[in-house]
């Protein structure tokens, strides 16, 4: 069983910055995969980015790819997004979830990720 929170959202201007983080809680935290998945007003929940167990391996949605970075510290049982240059596009709720296991190719698909957080409002202004 592992709980996240996730916590760092808020209201920055395009161009700015925020990191977000999620705390994890249980036991076996660093043997999960773990993503952060956002969902803006109207429209579905989609993939931003997703780290491997150990940390060596990570993935981005393309339109995030060079801004964001996610990273994970197992000894604190954090997961981390940071992000840079934001945009207006990027305003959504960002959710931290958990995957038993790294899918490789189906990474992105919310129905691979066991636990889920219950998000936190990233808003960007123009």
């Known amino acids: 069983q592992v709980q996240l929170v996730e916590s760092g959202g808020g209201l920055v201007q395009a161009g700015g910055s925020l990191r977000l983080s999620c705390t994890a809680s249980g036991r076996t935290f660093n043997s999960y995969a773990m993503g952060w998945f956002r969902q803006a007003p109207g429209k579905e929940r989609e993939f931003v980015a997703v780290i491997n167990w150990s940390g060596g391996s990570t993935k981005y949605e393309d339109s995030v790819k060079g801004r964001f970075t996610i990273s994970r510290d197992n000894a604190k049982n954090m997961v981390y997004l940071q992000m840079n240059s934001l945009k207006p596009e990027d305003t959504a709720v960002y959710y931290c979830?958990?995957?038993?296991?790294?899918?490789?190719?189906?990474?992105?698909?919310?129905?691979?990720?066991?636990?889920w957080g219950q998000g936190t409002q990233v808003t960007v202004s123009s």
């Open positions: 979830a958990a995957a038993a296991r790294y899918y490789s190719s189906t990474y992105y698909l919310g129905d691979r990720y066991d636990y």
